[in-house]
């Protein structure tokens, strides 16, 4: 009897599966049901990871930015879950998420920084921030923590990254691509940048007070200045009570602004402007009453756009981001703003002991053609770990 249940399972290779039947099974099944898939056994977890490019849209989690566990701890809202994931790399104390860019977390800590999509579990190392030329001898902020404050990434057709920007601390830009040993670096005379986009090949910076947006196209070892909107500075308008991002929903580049009140650094109210660009005529911001049937999910420092055909459960044309309460003892508070309405609503939150809260979107690194210029193949080496830090685990959330 054992000799025939080795001779079966030796027999069921589920990795060889007809293609139409394994996309058919994954496209009905959420992005939690194909984890749970992949815990099986080696050959399920490469095709729903791997093998097939099949991502289920789904509402962005929330990613507890704590640097003192060794797992992720992870909340879908839409299920009222927790979800725990082992870390594919030693937790270092110091070690921080700036943000995220579909499904790609982007971490620092003293050591070095790198991307990482905690899913796939697929970790891309990135240059030294000290490589940068015009960084000082201790490129740190008052916390202890590596310069940059925010990222992009351009990626291929199947999200894998390509090109990875982001913002210095002191409001410069550096950028590389995926295997470069260094940091190429762009400082502007008159603007000090708080957050940037790649779109339709483009890079878009925005100053830290919201007032300009610079459009540049990349090269080999520069970046040009293509456009830019008309320069104009508001000197009553302090940079530490406003956040500024930049996001594309439906096709246009739009950019919001998140201000602050003096007491506690809450939340106040969300200002959206559209960039608007005729032909060869200098980009204007236009005030914006709609996201485009989008949702707009925002963090400390990033920023996800999502249809609303994926988010069933939330309001059109909203912005959820999270909040510290009025009371620090109560907790993270989930909160929706209506960009028509201009209304601020609290939403149920069960997550409220979560530490500076992130949001990503829960989806996997697909595998790609060996002509891509992502190189997938050169930095999908996994690291080996013990069986259980595949499994999903998920608690109710009481």
């Known amino acids: 009897m054992k000799q025939r249940k080795k001779r079966r399972n030796e027999n069921q290779d589920w990795s060889s599966l007809p293609l139409e039947i394994v996309e058919l099974i994954c496209k009905g099944l959420t992005i939690t049901d194909q984890l749970h898939i992949g815990s099986v056994c080696k050959p399920w977890l490469f095709c729903t990871t ?26 879908n809202n839409t299920y009222q879950k927790v979800y725990r994931i082992y870390k594919p790399f030693r937790s270092l104390h110091g070690s921080s998420i700036v943000g995220s860019f579909r499904g790609w977390l982007f ?6 920084i790198f991307i990482l999509n905690p899913l796939s579990r697929i970790q891309v190392e990135l240059p030294l921030i000290t490589s940068i ?5 201790k490129p740190f902020d008052s916390i202890g ?8 990434i351009s990626t291929c057709h199947k999200f894998n990254p390509i090109t990875i920007i982001m913002v210095t601390f002191t409001g410069d830009l550096a ?19 708080g957050n940037i986009i790649f779109y339709n090949h483009k890079i878009y910076a925005i100053t830290q007070d919201g007032s300009n947006v610079d459009i540049f196209k990349p090269n080999n070892e520069s970046l040009v200045l293509l456009n830019s909107t008309a320069h104009s500075t508001n000197p009553n308008i302090d940079t530490k009570l406003i956040r500024v991002y930049l996001v594309e929903c439906g096709g ?4 919001v602004k998140r201000f602050l009140s ?17 032909s060869c005529n200098t980009p204007k911001l236009v005030h914006a009453n709609s996201l485009e049937d989008h949702i707009l999910f925002v963090a400390d420092n990033s920023i996800e756009s999502v249809h609303s055909k994926h988010c069933p ?4 044309n909203c912005i959820y981001y999270t909040d510290y309460s009025i009371n620090f003892r109560t907790g993270v508070g989930l909160w929706e703003f209506s960009v028509t309405a201009r209304t601020m609503t609290k939403m149920p939150f069960s997550g409220t002991q979560f530490l500076c809260p992130c949001w990503v979107l829960p989806r996997f690194a697909f595998e790609c053609d060996s002509n891509c210029k992502c190189n997938y193949s050169k930095w999908t080496k996994r690291k080996k770990r013990r069986a259980k830090s595949l499994r999903l685990k998920a608690n109710n959330v009481v």
């Open 50 to 75: 791997n093998k097939f490019n099949i991502w289920v849209p789904e509402t962005p989690w929330l990613i507890e930015n704590s640097d003192r566990s060794s797992q992720f701890l992870f909340f």
């Open 107 to 112: 971490i620092r800590n003293k050591a070095k």
């Open 133 to 137: 030329g015009f960084f000082p001898p």
């Open 145 to 152: 923590m590596p310069i940059p404050i925010a990222f992009a």
């Open 175 to 193: 950028w590389c691509n995926v295997g470069d040993k260094s940091w190429k670096s762009y400082r502007s005379e008159h603007s000090r940048y």
């Open 252 to 255: 246009k580049v739009f950019v």
């Open 262 to 278: 003096e007491i506690m650094s809450l939340t106040t109210t969300f200002v959206i402007l559209e960039v608007v660009q005729e």
């Open 313 to 316: 459960r939330l309001k059109n």
